[in-house]
């Protein structure tokens, strides 16, 4: 429509340590995002929350109060270098409004669950190209993501590595 103003869109990304993410939110920023657009780039990474083993009564335990601070504070500094990552990255690109945000819990819960919480127009993850056995055991955050999310859900695949160029 001739005139009209661009919507503000909102478009969570999906970023972790992998290379995968990376890819996924280079990508969005070169295919998605528009220059000077009023889009809101929406990055979330998801913490796992302490891990809870189970005793040989069933009761289960949980580690001493400073192995658990230990753990935290590790979780932390990888959260924080994950989105000063990408944060540089999104300013590489384009100077886009970001949105950091670190929720804690599994991949697949925290991204259904951020999505439909703040109302986001798409979805942008990246894809570890498990095969089918891999995928089996270990359950694909982007297979599920996309059956369960209610608006659209980009699944962005990192292209086999080429012979490197001279």
């Given at each position: 429509?001739?005139?009209?103003?661009?919507?503000?869109?909102?478009?969570?990304?999906?970023?972790?340590?992998?290379?995968?993410?990376?890819?996924?939110?280079?990508?969005?920023?070169?295919?998605?995002?528009?220059?000077?657009?009023?889009?809101?780039?929406?990055?979330?990474?998801?913490?796992?929350?302490?891990?809870?083993?189970?005793?040989?009564?069933?009761?289960?335990?949980?580690?001493?109060?400073?192995?658990?601070?230990?753990?935290?504070?590790y979780g932390n500094?990888?959260?924080?270098?994950?989105?000063?990552?990408?944060?540089?990255?999104?300013?590489?690109?384009?100077?886009?409004?970001?949105?950091?945000?670190?929720?804690?819990?599994?991949?697949?819960?925290?991204?259904?669950?951020?999505?439909?919480?703040?109302?986001?127009?798409?979805?942008?993850?990246?894809?570890?190209?498990?095969?089918?056995?891999?995928?089996?055991?270990l359950g694909s955050?982007?297979?599920?993501?996309?059956?369960?999310?209610?608006?659209?859900?980009?699944?962005?695949?990192?292209?086999?590595?080429?012979?490197?160029?001279?």
């Amino acid at each position: 429509m001739a005139g009209s103003e661009a919507k503000e869109r909102k478009v969570l990304v999906a970023v972790d340590e992998g290379e995968e993410s990376s890819y996924a939110l280079s990508w969005c920023l070169k295919n998605i995002v528009a220059e000077n657009s009023k889009d809101t780039l929406i990055l979330l990474y998801s913490k796992q929350p302490p891990p809870l083993y189970p005793a040989m009564d069933g009761t289960g335990y949980l580690f001493s109060t400073d192995v658990i601070a230990s753990m935290e504070k590790y979780g932390n500094e990888v959260a924080e270098s994950v989105m000063e990552k990408a944060k540089k990255l999104c300013k590489e690109v384009y100077d886009v409004k970001v949105e950091p945000r670190v929720e804690c819990g599994d991949p697949r819960d925290v991204i259904c669950k951020t999505a439909e919480k703040l109302g986001v127009d798409m979805v942008v993850m990246g894809s570890h190209g498990y095969g089918m056995i891999k995928r089996a055991f270990l359950g694909s955050v982007s297979n599920h993501c996309a059956q369960n999310v209610k608006c659209p859900v980009l699944i962005v695949k990192r292209p086999k590595s080429a012979a490197p160029s001279t």
